[in-house]
Nanobody
Framework: VQLQASGGGLAQAGGSLRLSCAAS????????MGWFRQAPGKEREFVAS????????YYADPVKGRFTISRDNAKNTVYLQMNSLKPEDTAVYYC?????????????????WGQGTLVTVSS
């Protein structure tokens, strides 16, 4: 099982970026897919998650209304559209997969992780 995250980069405050996470190795219809982030000097935190095959989505409060998680089942890819970016969104963003039907915000519950992609938001 491999997860490949991409799409990070530099954005100005108020701008947008879209992250992608391509999954390979097995069929992900039974997986929860999530995005987490880790800012410098801080612990990794939950951002958003989505359940494959069912439109069950959950967001962390700091990103509600600004970020949108979605998935393309045919491409085995999950996206994180990030709008109205703030400097405090600066972090390394990780995609993760959990073999379960239940969404969780605890990173210890996720079995597979991508390599991370850096998002930097300037003020």
């Amino acid at each position: 099982v491999q997860l490949q995250a991409s799409g990070g980069g530099l954005a100005q405050a108020g701008g947008s970026l879209r992250l992608s996470c391509a999954a390979s190795g097995r069929t992900f219809t039974s997986y929860i897919m999530g995005w987490f982030r880790q800012a410098p000097g801080k612990e990794r935190e939950f951002v958003a998650s989505i359940r494959w095959g069912v439109d069950s989505i959950y967001y962390a409060d700091p990103v509600k209304g600004r970020f949108t998680i979605s998935r393309d089942n045919a491409k085995n890819t999950v996206y994180l559209q990030m709008n109205s970016l703030k400097p405090e969104d600066t972090a390394v963003y990780y995609c993760a997969a959990r073999f379960s039907t239940h969404i969780t915000t605890d990173d210890n519950d996720y079995n597979y992780w991508g390599q991370g992609t850096l998002v930097t938001v300037s003020s």
